[in-house]
């Protein structure tokens, strides 16, 4: 079975994204990009939902064609390219760059994924990790917590029916305050 793991970056506040979708405070250090692009080298499969989805292919595809891009960016846009996605959506209508598009039902398709042999599997974008955190799919979370405070907009976790517990795996400090930490989910 694939291990799956939600991980982004977070305010204090527990927000992925302040209100109008505005992800600006989140700018990593040197540091806390390469471990960020490390995570992709080593990820099987990345399951998107549409909004992450449109952050991402809006950027990365070509990024290392981009005056000035530095050797990790480089680095990280190959990774990403080559690292196999898929795409939650219901509106999208096509994908590339090593990707496949899900339109059904997200929680069926990411507990069959789960299923199979292969790498591990990390997912991006709060609504889709939402529905996947709901199931009780998701075994592990990493938070990049940054120091701000953005007082609202899309949270990084979800409603739940019931209590998840975790047990802490790593914390790690990064330039910038940032404070990295990773918990599994206790099965």
Known sequence: MRKLTFGM???VD???AAPGDDIAWGVPSDELFQWWSDRVGATGLALYGRKLWETMSSHWPTADQQPGATPAELEFAR???DMPKVVFSSTTVTVDWNTRLVTGDAVSEITRLKAE?????D???ATLAAAAMRAGLIDEYVLATAPVLVGGGMPFFTALDNWVNLS???TRTFPGGVVLTRYETKR
């Open 79 to 81: 990774r990403w390219r």
């Open 168 to 170: 802490l795996v790593e």
């Open 14 to 16: 527990g927000y992925v």
């Open 117 to 121: 042999d292969g790498g591990p599997m």
């Open 9 to 11: 970056n977070v305010s």
């Open 123 to 125: 997912i991006g974008g």
